[in-house]
Every structure is written in C-alpha cells, then in structure tokens.
C-alpha cells in the first residue's frame, strides 16, 4: 500500500543518513580520542556538531571510548576554558631591563661568605685579590689603608672592593666582621680599582642582619642555599646604590662568545674560532669585540684565564699544573710567565698570600 512505500522509504532515508553519519564519525574520533588536550582546551570544537546533527543519534554513531571522550568535554565546557597564552615578555606600563641586563655588571658568580662575631688581629698588609670584595663590620674601630687613605669601617657603612685593589686591613682592636668574595661574571664598563663606601639604608641593613642571623644557624644544605640568595640579594642591593658607568648593550652574539670563553678557558679560542661562534668575519668579529669590551678577544681572552686562574690559585687545593692546565696554558713555565707579568707575583707566592688571609 501508499503507506506501507512511504514508511519503507523513510526508514531506508534514516539508514542511509546513519551509514552517512558513522563514515563521518569515524574521520573525527581519532582526533577526539587522541588529542585530549584539544578537548580539554577547546572543547567548543565539540559543541556545533551535536549541534548540527542532534545528539541522540551522534552518540548511536560513535564507539564507546569516543563517546565517554566527547560527554566529558562538553561536562566541563564551562569549567575548562580555552588556554590563554601570553607570549610578550614585556608590558606597555612596565620598564624592559633586556637592555641594563645585556650592558653587563649584573651576574654575581658569589665565591665566599663569612661572619665572625669575635675577630681579633684583623691586620694584613697589602691584600689584592682577583676578585671582587664586600665589607662591612657591625662594630667600630677598624678600617682599611688605600693609597695612604683611611676607610673607616663603621656600623653605618659598607665597602665594595673591585677586584685587583691593593689596600691594607688593619685592625687595632677586636671586631666583628661579615665578607662576601664574587666575581662580576658580566664585563661592563671600566671601574676604577678603588674601594666605593656605602652609607646602609633601611634594605641594606635588614639584609645585614638577615645574612648574619643566618650565619648564626646551624651548618646544613638548606642553610648554604639560604645564604647564597641573602648574598646575591645584598650585592644587588650594594650595587643599586654605586653610581656606575652605564655600558652600551652587547649584543647576543658577543654574550655567547664571552660565556663561552668564561665556560672553556682551556678550549681553543682563537679569533677564527670566536669568530664563527659569532657568526662574523674574523675582521669584523675584531671590530666589533673592541667596540663593545673595549680591548680585542686575544687580550680578553688572555685576561679570563688569569683572572679564572687566580681565582682558582685562592679558592682551591688543585696543583699549580692542573690550575695551568684547566685555564688554558700549554705548560706551567707559560703559565708562571703571564701570570707573573699580570698580577705582580708568581702563581705560588700568590697562592701563599691568599691562604695566609682566608677568612678575611
């Protein structure tokens, strides 16, 4: 009968429009199943096709695992929204400081942190020393002697020490006294080799007293880590204080050219070398390091692993070949020659110097 056809033909229409549907389906449910984060994320993705093709016969169409997928994206729809990347690392109200922290005189390589509360016989002639120093002692009556100067140390005052300074301590009386030894990893301007005192305000103080209640505690690894950001955040503070000379920003290339001479003083770091790392010319790679350090890559170069090696002469027990050796010098004779030349003295009398006043 007309009835009978016109069922028949409508039940035929809804198979078809269900083979249809589950041909579809299955070009969607690997990405369903297997990009989760999609789902999760976006999850609006979802929402127009139930839309579209009505969500009682979706789910007839879909596998099981695809369909348990889909209801918890569309659960969580209001509670997961879309992700929101942010991908300036900079602000129209803030201040950029890529450009301060590429002039260099920002990173503190911190060697040695001391506090003793009962010092006496703090008298030693001559100090100089390849890295930077910080003082500052709690109680009066001691001071340092530079070029015929007397430094008062005072409870109200601190002293930063750039390296290769020559001056005396001389302490009449017993004190207390705090320290900090680091290296300024990052070559800036030119500093004059004298000490620049700082009259403590209300930061500098409590990073005092932190520094010095934590040397107070009792030796552990947590303690170590403790101090070493106390210090790190006290020379950041000392610094903002120094009126410095503001370098030109040094270009990436240059950056990754001075970290790897800092890293490898014993690799090859000949101008062709340095050249290519920079990506230059070896004329123009000349050019440009003297524009920037001031001085060209040999003599830099030359300048770090005498500073590297004194700092190891100080700070370890390693012999004076190894030392020679790891910072870039075929032999020790050579070693002996350069550094004797630069720092006044040879490697062993330095080293004897620098043991005599550990703890300084």
């Known amino acids: 009968s007309a009835a009978c056809a016109l069922k028949w033909q409508r039940a035929r229409a809804r198979q078809q429009a269900v083979f249809s549907l589950r041909f579809s389906v299955r070009n969607t449910e690997n990405g369903i199943l297997n990009a989760g984060s999609k ?21 007839k169409a879909m596998s099981y695992s695809a369909r348990v997928a889909l209801q918890w994206a569309v659960s969580n729809t209001v509670r ?94 017993p004190t207390s006294h705090l320290w900090l030894h680091f290296t300024v990893t990052r070559p800036g301007a030119a ?16 990073l005092l007293g932190d520094l010095m209640e934590s040397h107070r505690a009792t030796a552990s690894e947590a303690r170590d880590l403790k101090l070493y950001h106390q210090s790190a955040a006290l020379l950041h503070a000392a610094f903002a204080r120094v009126n410095l000379p503001v370098a030109p920003a040094i270009p990436e290339r240059l950056l990754a050219v001075l970290e790897i001479i800092h890293r490898a003083p014993q690799a090859d770091l000949s101008n062709p070398v340095l050249a290519a790392h920079a990506g230059m010319s070896v004329e123009r790679f000349i050019r440009t390091f003297r524009q920037y350090l001031g001085l060209t890559p040999a003599a830099h170069v030359m300048a770090t692993r005498v500073r590297l090696a004194g700092e190891a002469l100080a700070l370890t027990d390693k012999t ?13 004779h050579y070693f002996t020659r350069v550094f004797t030349r630069e720092m006044g003295c040879g490697p062993a009398e330095f080293r004897a110097r620098q043991q005599q006043r550990r703890g300084i």
């Not at 999760?40 to 969500?55: K, L, N, Q, V």
């Not at 080799?193 to 500098?204: F, K, Y």
């Not at 070949?321 to 075929?330: L, S, V």
């Open 80 to 173: 997961m929204p879309a992700k929101r990347r942010y991908l300036n690392f900079t602000t129209h109200t803030g201040v950029s400081l890529e450009r301060a922290a590429k002039s260099g005189g920002t990173a503190f390589l911190i060697h040695d942190c001391g506090y003793l509360a009962d010092l006496e016989h703090w008298d030693h002639p001559g100090v100089d020393s390849p890295f930077w120093r910080f003082y500052h002692n709690p109680r009066p009556g001691c001071h340092l002697l530079f070029q015929g100067e007397k430094i008062p140390l005072e409870p109200k005052t601190c002293v930063l020490i750039p390296a290769n300074t020559i001056f005396d301590c001389c302490g009449p009386v």
């Open 191 to 206: 500093i004059p080799e004298i000490p620049m005192i700082l009259t403590l305000d209300a930061t500098l103080r409590a």
């Open 320 to 332: 004076i070949d190894e030392i020679a050796i790891e910072k870039g010098f075929p032999n020790r």
């Open 39 to 59: 789902v999760r994320g976006e999850s609006h993705f979802i929402t127009p096709i139930i839309r579209e093709m009505g969500a009682s016969l979706y789910e």
